[in-house]
């Protein structure tokens, strides 16, 4: 892995000519993200993640912390005690550099020994999951990593409306696997990385794979075609 992530988070801390990141999708065109909206505070944020932050509660995991800025909040503004996961190492040097007292650079299906009352998977928390294959993996993962009586808060969009409509309102979608399991690519500074598996799941597909794997679920926000959901033990 190139960590091009990692880097262009830290460029721009460091000042260091950082450019935007590109990313494309298998069903999508290239598009800009601005690093700095990694860096963003808690007003700048939308709807689904103030939602979340504010529903977090005890020891939190934020996996996939990226530039640190949720678990910056939990941890300063609301004096929780907060471990950044993420596996990109820059972004983990990022984390520690902007103040996050618990930051570690590890796969989550890796990472271990420690339990939480609140897992964070925020900005597409289900695309970690890479495809419904493997979910099981991820949510019994999940399952062990989380005290009892905790909370899971993870987010996803439905992406059907991305796909072709016929006159009668039938939507094209793939017929060799489920919709929403995509390639991911990340381009900076003229490098790509290699696609990475990438799942977006609509609430009702979440809903089967969360209660086939011990774990009631609820949506607590609707955001257009995206929502959080709040996964706890049966």
């Known amino acids: 892995m190139k960590d091009l992530m990692g880097r262009a988070i830290w460029d721009y801390f460091h000042k260091e000519d ?9 069903i999508s065109e290239l598009d ?18 103030k939602k979340a932050l504010k529903l977090a509660s005890g020891r939190v995991l934020d996996i996939g912390a990226g530039a640190g ?23 983990i040097e990022i984390c520690k550099l902007r103040g996050i007292q618990k930051a570690v650079a590890q796969n989550m299906l890796e990472f271990s020994g420690e339990t939480f009352d609140t897992i964070l998977l925020l900005m597409n928390g289900t695309g970690i999951f890479q495809s419904l294959k493997v979910i099981d993996i991820y949510l019994k993962k999940l399952h062990s990593l989380l005290n ?27 017929a060799e696997r489920y919709y929403g399991e995509l390639d991911y ?50």
């Open 69 to 91: 800025s949720h678990s910056l909040y939990l941890q300063n503004e609301r004096n929780l005690d907060v471990t950044a996961l993420d596996i990109s190492p820059k972004s």
């Open 32 to 49: 800009e993200l601005p690093v700095d909206y990694l860096f963003r505070d808690f007003e700048e944020m939308n709807k689904i993640e």
């Open 148 to 174: 009892k009586n905790g909370q899971i808060l993870i987010d996803s969009t439905d992406i059907l409306y991305m796909f072709d409509t016929d006159e009668d309102g039938g939507v094209y979608i793939p």
């Open 185 to 234: 690519t990340v381009h900076y500074k003229g490098e790509s990385e290699d696609p990475i598996k990438w799942l977006y799941l609509d609430f009702n597909t979440l809903k089967n794979a969360a209660e086939n794997n011990g774990f009631r679920i609820e949506k607590v926000v609707q955001d257009e075609d995206s929502y959080l959901a709040r996964l706890t033990e049966k």
């Open 18 to 26: 950082p450019k935007d990141l590109q990313t494309e999708t298998s």
